[in-house]
């Protein structure tokens, strides 16, 4: 098999099991032990840009960034393509999560994808609930089929 679809495919594993991992971390953790940095996401009211949560872009990078630096010292090896699928996810996660859904830059307001109002909307669910305890919806490209019909039902065609 080429080098080129081994690399392509280790990059697109690495970016599923991302959505594993953070689904994992932010049910168990954000929402465990770590609710101290997360829970300002769920109660802002500071009027501050910044929010306690975004040290965990600094958690989540940092192995994408271990895993490059590995890689490019070793030739470009698998660790290389590896961090390149945690980065790739890290970048997905910034442009849907904080641009998209919290508009924390405002740009991409307007969707007619049912997918993309899935994801807004379970995301909606997940912020219903203001502590630790109650929750669902943690992934964020993933979602219940359940918001994906109903946001079918409002797409225009």
């Known amino acids: 098999m080429p ?7 280790i990059v697109i594993g690495a970016f599923t099991a991302m959505e594993c991992t953070a689904w994992l971390a ?10 101290f940095l997360h ?3 769920h109660q802002r009211d500071d009027g501050d840009f910044f ?4 040290y965990f872009f600094v958690i989540f990078a940092t192995p994408g960034i271990a895993c490059l630096g590995v890689g ?3 030739g470009f090896n698998y660790w290389f393509w590896i961090g390149l699928g945690i980065t790739i996810y890290g970048f997905t996660y910034f442009l849907v999560h ?3 859904i919290h508009q924390r830059f405002k740009m991409f307001r307007n969707t007619e994808s049912a997918y993309l109002k899935a994801i807004r909307r379970a995301h909606k669910m997940h912020h219903k609930h203001l502590g630790k305890n109650e929750g669902e919806c943690f992934g964020m490209l993933w979602v219940p089929l359940k918001y994906y019909r109903e946001a079918r039902k409002t797409t225009a065609k």
């Open 39 to 41: 829970h300002d996401h």
């Open 26 to 35: 932010h049910k168990y953790l954000m929402h465990g032990a770590l609710w």
């Open 98 to 100: 904080d641009i998209f």
């Open 3 to 9: 080098v080129w679809i081994i690399n392509t495919l």
């Open 72 to 74: 490019v010292a070793q």
């Open 51 to 54: 929010e306690k949560n975004d």
